[in-house]
Protein backbone atom coordinates (compact mmCIF):
# COMPACT_ATOMS: atom_id res chain seq x y z
CA UNK A 1 0.00 0.00 0.00
CA UNK A 2 1.16 3.14 -0.80
CA UNK A 3 2.63 5.57 1.80
CA UNK A 4 -0.37 8.27 0.68
CA UNK A 5 -3.22 5.35 1.33
CA UNK A 6 -2.42 5.07 4.94
CA UNK A 7 -2.77 8.91 5.57
CA UNK A 8 -5.86 9.00 4.07
CA UNK A 9 -7.13 5.94 5.97
CA UNK A 10 -5.99 7.61 9.49
CA UNK A 11 -7.40 10.75 8.54
CA UNK A 12 -10.59 9.01 8.07
CA UNK A 13 -10.47 7.24 11.20
CA UNK A 14 -9.66 10.19 12.88
CA UNK A 15 -12.92 11.97 11.52
CA UNK A 16 -14.84 8.97 12.45
CA UNK A 17 -13.76 9.14 16.16
CA UNK A 18 -14.46 12.39 16.39
CA UNK A 19 -17.71 12.38 15.31
CA UNK A 20 -18.37 10.04 17.51
CA UNK A 21 -16.90 11.48 20.65
CA UNK A 22 -19.05 15.18 19.76
CA UNK A 23 -22.26 12.15 19.38
CA UNK A 24 -21.30 11.52 22.60
CA UNK A 25 -20.48 14.91 24.16
CA UNK A 26 -23.64 16.65 22.45
CA UNK A 27 -25.93 13.54 23.71
CA UNK A 28 -26.99 15.21 27.20
CA UNK A 29 -29.58 18.39 26.98
CA UNK A 30 -28.25 19.55 30.21
CA UNK A 31 -30.69 22.85 29.95
CA UNK A 32 -33.17 20.29 29.61
CA UNK A 33 -31.77 18.16 33.00
CA UNK A 34 -31.31 20.76 34.64
CA UNK A 35 -34.67 22.07 34.65
CA UNK A 36 -36.50 18.43 35.34
CA UNK A 37 -34.06 18.40 38.25
CA UNK A 38 -35.69 21.71 39.05
CA UNK A 39 -39.26 20.47 38.94
CA UNK A 40 -39.13 17.16 40.30
CA UNK A 41 -37.37 18.95 43.47
CA UNK A 42 -33.89 17.09 43.08
CA UNK A 43 -31.87 20.12 43.50
CA UNK A 44 -33.44 20.76 47.26
CA UNK A 45 -32.04 17.65 48.15
CA UNK A 46 -28.66 17.32 45.93
CA UNK A 47 -25.98 19.61 44.22
CA UNK A 48 -23.71 18.85 41.32
CA UNK A 49 -20.56 19.25 43.29
CA UNK A 50 -21.05 19.51 46.87
CA UNK A 51 -22.99 17.42 48.72
CA UNK A 52 -26.74 18.57 50.74
CA UNK A 53 -29.29 16.33 52.30
CA UNK A 54 -27.85 13.31 49.35
CA UNK A 55 -25.20 13.04 47.80
CA UNK A 56 -23.48 15.20 44.92
CA UNK A 57 -24.14 14.09 41.17
CA UNK A 58 -20.21 14.29 40.84
CA UNK A 59 -20.14 11.56 43.67
CA UNK A 60 -22.60 9.86 41.67
CA UNK A 61 -20.80 9.92 38.83
CA UNK A 62 -17.68 8.64 40.70
CA UNK A 63 -19.94 6.03 41.96
CA UNK A 64 -21.21 4.61 39.30
CA UNK A 65 -17.85 4.95 36.74
CA UNK A 66 -17.48 2.29 34.70
CA UNK A 67 -20.20 0.47 36.19
CA UNK A 68 -22.41 -1.49 33.97
CA UNK A 69 -26.17 -0.74 33.56
CA UNK A 70 -24.93 2.66 35.68
CA UNK A 71 -27.79 4.90 33.30
CA UNK A 72 -30.51 2.10 33.97
CA UNK A 73 -29.75 1.77 37.80
CA UNK A 74 -30.20 5.72 38.00
CA UNK A 75 -33.27 5.18 35.95
CA UNK A 76 -34.82 3.18 38.05
CA UNK A 77 -33.51 4.87 41.62
CA UNK A 78 -35.27 8.03 40.23
CA UNK A 79 -38.45 6.35 38.42
CA UNK A 80 -39.14 3.76 42.03
CA UNK A 81 -38.77 6.11 44.96
CA UNK A 82 -36.88 3.72 47.00
CA UNK A 83 -35.83 4.35 50.59
CA UNK A 84 -33.20 6.22 51.48
CA UNK A 85 -31.00 6.68 54.84
CA UNK A 86 -31.31 10.43 55.75
CA UNK A 87 -28.11 12.15 57.52
CA UNK A 88 -30.07 12.02 60.80
CA UNK A 89 -30.49 8.54 60.45
CA UNK A 90 -33.78 7.91 60.09
CA UNK A 91 -35.14 6.30 56.71
CA UNK A 92 -37.48 8.26 53.87
CA UNK A 93 -38.97 7.60 50.25
CA UNK A 94 -36.56 9.13 47.78
CA UNK A 95 -38.72 11.40 45.84
CA UNK A 96 -39.82 10.72 42.04
CA UNK A 97 -39.04 12.12 39.14
CA UNK A 98 -42.03 14.25 37.07
CA UNK A 99 -41.51 12.35 34.00
CA UNK A 100 -41.80 9.11 32.24
CA UNK A 101 -40.57 10.15 29.30
CA UNK A 102 -37.74 7.77 28.32
CA UNK A 103 -35.99 10.06 26.11
CA UNK A 104 -35.95 12.35 28.97
CA UNK A 105 -34.94 9.87 31.99
CA UNK A 106 -31.98 8.85 29.24
CA UNK A 107 -30.92 12.30 29.19
CA UNK A 108 -31.01 13.11 33.12
CA UNK A 109 -29.72 10.43 34.00
CA UNK A 110 -26.64 10.68 31.46
CA UNK A 111 -26.36 14.19 32.72
CA UNK A 112 -26.06 12.77 36.58
CA UNK A 113 -23.26 10.14 35.06
CA UNK A 114 -21.44 13.32 33.23
CA UNK A 115 -20.85 15.80 36.01
Known amino acids: MKPQHYVIKLAGLMALASFQFAGNAMAVDATAAEGLAKRSMCLTCHA ?9 YHEVAAKYKGVAGAEEKIIHHITSGPMVKMPN ?27
Open 89 to 115: GQMAKHLVIKTSDQDQLKNIADWILSR
Open 48 to 56: VDQKKIGPS
